[in-house]
């Protein structure tokens, strides 16, 4: 405010060349968007233009360079990213929340302070990395169980972690926005402790718990390495969680190297949905930013 | 800061309480000791076959035996051309962004809100668009360059908010000072408010650091997989994290250098992390700043 009501104290000729510039800099960060999606729509034009609703349809997914040699059904792998998704979201949400109650109200500071720290850590920690660890010790544990161990459950599983952060850190800045008068004014009124955090702290961060559900959705729709290297993928609804699954990203990682013409496109259009999807679920995490 | 907005409730209560009071304990621990099982895990298996010759030799058969060499080059290379691509641009957009656009006007809203759509696309869509673009209609085939373009792409969203965050959190009475002064807003920006927000700065340019080391599928066909020693950045290369994924996917008995070669991974990436905090103690504390 003060800033731009001081605006005429400047040299007003280098400073409107200068901000110009830096005007044009953001501009071009932010149209960035548009040619990823101008680019993408491009290359999937080929296969939304010749195969349409058969990418959903067709019974199976033999894809080939051209429309009438191969079967185009990606409708098990729309199902395996949209399963994976769903469960990882299911179990991160309450793990995430549980854990940023508990930072915020139940550990003594310094725990608090290791407990983030650690969590931190979770969050830099690579997919490769993360894939790695669900090859070689999870997906052997679940194999145990049931083979053949690379599985629905341990991508759900690995995702969960991978996301937890998320819901976590955006969860616990929404516990802190809660004005804390409404939550001494409850403590005065002698509720208990989980009495408060249930009916007061809860309700009034709801807002930004979902954020961070969405948020971490997105996250793991978009997840490609982790997935890609403890899932299986094998072409199927899954059955069950001991089934493997193929998610849309690992698809795309998968065939990429080697896909022509139309199978390339149809991977393409994948890629599209994908961006479309988490663009929609980002615009819905705004607005409810916008709301609390 | 936290501890004074920090409400105490009271620890008192019934069987619920207590109750409740387990159960987050519980979870708690159990979201620590998976955390500290994944890292062990990996000190475990990785630090044996961790020696000087691991971080200096080529690999060899396929990356079973041999080092990573030319792999650490590759991943400086693109790390590099990353940076070199998207710092400037953010920060000329994050200051486009804090001060010479108005304040919660709507070009400063909208271009903000869009690099945050920006900065949630999937890295895969990034790899697709990098595909297309780079190695495709610019010709620049599977290369670092076009690895390193793509990743700039990728890490500009998160640059741009951090540095933009960090020089809005410069109080406006340095403005108006400079302003006071007679100094041109061009001239103050150079001279006050970015050395003043340095420390955010460099917070960003970590992160953004970070994203790219550990970014995997947005190289895997923009950079391409080749081993050997890049010979310019028009060559191909493979990145640390291809690395890892190639050798335990796709080579049969790579399991001890994919750990190895994750340890040198996570290494790295904590080492980058611990030295900024350093940094933005020591800075905070040279420009005699109270938070």
Not at chain 1, 221 to 241: D, F, H, W
Not at chain 2, 70 to 91: D, E, F, H, Q, Y
Request: with cysteine; glycine share 12%.
């Amino acid at each position: 405010m003060i800033w731009f009501g001081s605006w005429h104290l400047f040299r007003p000729n280098l400073d409107a060349q200068v901000g110009s510039g830096l005007r044009l800099a953001a501009i071009a960060a932010s149209s960035l968007v548009l040619l990823i999606v101008s680019f993408l729509a491009h290359e999937s034009w080929p296969a939304i233009s010749s195969l349409g609703s058969r990418m959903v349809t067709d019974a199976s997914w033999h894809p080939s360079a051209k429309a009438s040699e191969g079967t185009f059904g990606m409708w098990p792998i729309v199902v395996g990213t949209l399963v994976v998704t769903g469960g990882a979201v299911m179990l991160a949400s309450p793990l995430g929340v549980v854990s940023a109650v508990f930072a915020e109200f139940y550990a003594p500071p310094h725990v608090a302070v290791m407990f983030r720290g650690l969590i931190e850590l979770l969050a830099g920690i690579p997919s490769v990395v993360f894939g790695l660890w669900g090859l070689m010790v999870l997906a052997p544990l679940i194999a145990r169980v049931s083979p053949p161990g690379q599985s629905l459950l341990a991508g759900v599983v690995i995702v969960t972690l991978m996301i937890l952060p998320t819901v976590m850190l955006v969860t616990g800045s929404a516990l802190e926005s809660v004005p804390r008068e409404r939550v001494r004014g409850a403590v005065a009124l002698g509720m208990g402790r989980f009495a408060v955090i249930r009916h007061v702290v809860i309700p009034g961060a709801r807002a930004g718990i979902v954020t961070g559900m969405l948020l971490g959705a997105t996250r793991a729709m978009g997840e490609t390495m982790a997935v890609l290297m403890v899932c299986g993928n094998v072409v199927k609804i899954p059955r069950g969680v001991f089934d493997p699954v193929r998610t849309l990203t690992a698809n795309m990682a998968l065939e990429m190297g080697y896909a022509l013409d139309l199978h390339r496109s149809a991977l393409y259009t994948s890629g599209l949905a994908l961006l479309v999807t988490s663009m929609g679920l980002v615009a819905c995490a705004q607005w409810l930013g916008r709301e609390s | 800061m936290k501890s004074t907005s920090r409400v105490q409730l009271p620890t008192s209560g019934g069987q619920g309480e207590l109750a409740v009071t387990v159960v987050m304990w519980l979870v708690a621990s159990l979201v620590a000791m998976i955390l500290i099982g994944i890292v062990g895990d990996l000190v475990w298996h990785g630090i044996g076959g961790l020696r000087w010759s691991f971080l200096a030799d080529s690999p060899a058969r396929a990356g079973r035996s041999g080092g990573i060499a030319p792999i650490l080059v590759s991943t400086l290379l693109i790390l590099a051309i990353a940076m070199a691509v998207a710092l400037p641009l953010g920060l000329a957009a994050a200051i486009g962004l804090s001060d010479f656009s108005r304040r919660g006007g709507a070009f400063a809203s909208i271009v903000g809100r869009t690099l945050d759509v920006l900065a949630a696309v999937p890295s895969i869509v990034f790899g697709l668009f990098g595909n297309a673009v780079f190695c495709g209609w610019m010709g620049l085939g599977y290369s670092l360059l076009a690895g390193g373009l793509t990743l700039a792409c990728m890490v500009l969203p998160i640059l741009v908010r951090t540095i933009e965050a960090s020089l809005r959190s410069v109080p406006d009475d340095y403005r108006v000072a400079a302003a006071s002064l007679g100094i041109s807003r061009t001239r103050a920006t150079w001279s006050v408010l970015l050395p003043r927000a340095s420390a955010g700065i460099v917070v960003g340019w970590v992160l953004g650091i970070g994203r790219v080391l550990a970014e995997t599928a947005a190289l895997l066909f923009t950079s391409g997989y080749v081993d050997r020693m890049p010979r310019g950045i028009t060559d191909s290369g493979r990145s640390l994290s291809v690395h890892i994924y190639d050798l335990s996917m796709n080579i049969p008995g790579g399991t001890a250098n994919a750990y190895t070669a994750s340890l040198v991974l996570v290494g790295m990436l904590l080492l980058i992390n611990g030295m900024t905090r350093v940094t933005v103690h020591v800075c905070l504390r040279g420009s005699g700043a109270s938070e």
